[in-house]
């Protein structure tokens, strides 16, 4: 496993949307061998056909890069994480998801959101590396980890899982990540419709269905500026020239290929700044149209000591 530079060294990187500072709160790289798990379409050759990938999103070899980071910013006077991860000291049945120990919210604090700080918790969606900073073990026990926040997922998504036949695996990410946060009163359900819905004033929800029924992207704006959170509606830049393909946890991977190719056709040739959940660094950029379909023109951090 490969690890970031410990929280005291790092810079938090960041973007400016308008009036707001979007900081990228590093968890960990993932091992290469998530891509080929992840993306099992996204062979090899396929990478090596997009020469702009590497080297910030692929190695010469066409392996591609994955991240779990989350973003934190300041919007409508709400102070917001978009999603939390994987969490440390869980236990998972992905080797690279299992009881991690990283320095995650040392780099929060350090980006300027200590826990405690934390107004609202946007959930994309509930799998296993989205939701797993919700909780943090306190005396054996999983309790909230911004237990001063609202946390926030679409009901569509909630109710969803609540009918699911649940393998074990999924069952015990429940019991450590999602259960503790309701059971304090913390998550709220919202019925997000097709053209979206404003969670705070500049933040508006999107329903982005198909990696899960409820998934949502975000969008941000300020002062006439744009940022589009992708979630899990795009995994990799790679799906920019391939958007047919999908990840092999898409729940419905045709509604998944359709919302993905909607998203990229309102993103085309403007000046909204993407922002990828799993995107490598530099995680940004602008899409534009290449050849029949995209490809991603990164848009570098800029970086702040805040320590
Ligand atoms: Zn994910």
Request: hydrophobic share 40%; proline share 8%; glycine share 8%.
């Amino acid at each position: 496993m490969s690890t970031a530079p410990s929280a005291d060294q790092a810079a938090v990187p960041y973007w400016t949307v308008g009036d707001v500072r979007v900081h990228r709160v590093d968890e960990v790289a993932l091992p290469a061998a998530t891509g080929s798990w992840l993306l099992p379409d996204a062979t090899p050759d396929l990478v090596a056909g997009q020469p702009w990938l590497r080297p910030h999103f692929a190695d010469d070899e066409g392996t591609l890069r994955i991240d779990s980071h989350t973003f934190a910013f300041t919007v409508g006077g709400s102070r917001i994480l978009v999603d939390t991860g994987i969490g440390n000291g869980k236990e998972r049945a992905n080797p690279a998801w299992h009881d991690l120990r990283t320095d995650f919210l040392q780099r929060l604090t350090a980006a300027g959101f200590p826990p405690d700080s934390v107004d609202l918790v946007i959930l994309t969606h509930l799998h296993a590396d989205h939701v797993g900073w919700n909780t943090r073990r306190e005396n054996g026990k999983w309790v909230p980890t911004f237990r001063n926040a609202r946390y926030l997922t679409s009901r569509t998504e909630r109710e969803f899982w609540a009918g699911y036949d649940m393998e074990e695996a999924r069952r015990q990410m429940f019991r450590d990540s999602v259960f503790p946060v309701e059971e304090a009163g913390l998550l709220d359900l919202v019925d997000v419709p097709a053209e979206g819905l404003e969670a705070v004033p500049g933040l508006r929800l999107l329903p982005t269905p198909g990696h899960t029924p409820g998934h949502l992207a975000l969008e941000l704006t300020s002062r006439g500026r744009t940022a589009l959170i992708t979630g899990d509606c795009i995994h990799h830049p790679v799906q920019l020239a391939h958007p047919a393909v999908g990840a092999c946890v898409d729940i419905d991977p045709e509604r998944s290929e359709a919302s993905r190719r909607e998203l990229l056709g309102s993103l085309a040739d403007t000046d909204t700044l993407v922002l990828g959940t799993h995107f490598a660094p530099p995680t940004a950029g602008r899409v534009v149209t290449h050849e029949d379909t995209y490809r991603l023109l990164p848009v570098p951090a800029g970086t702040a000591r805040l320590r």
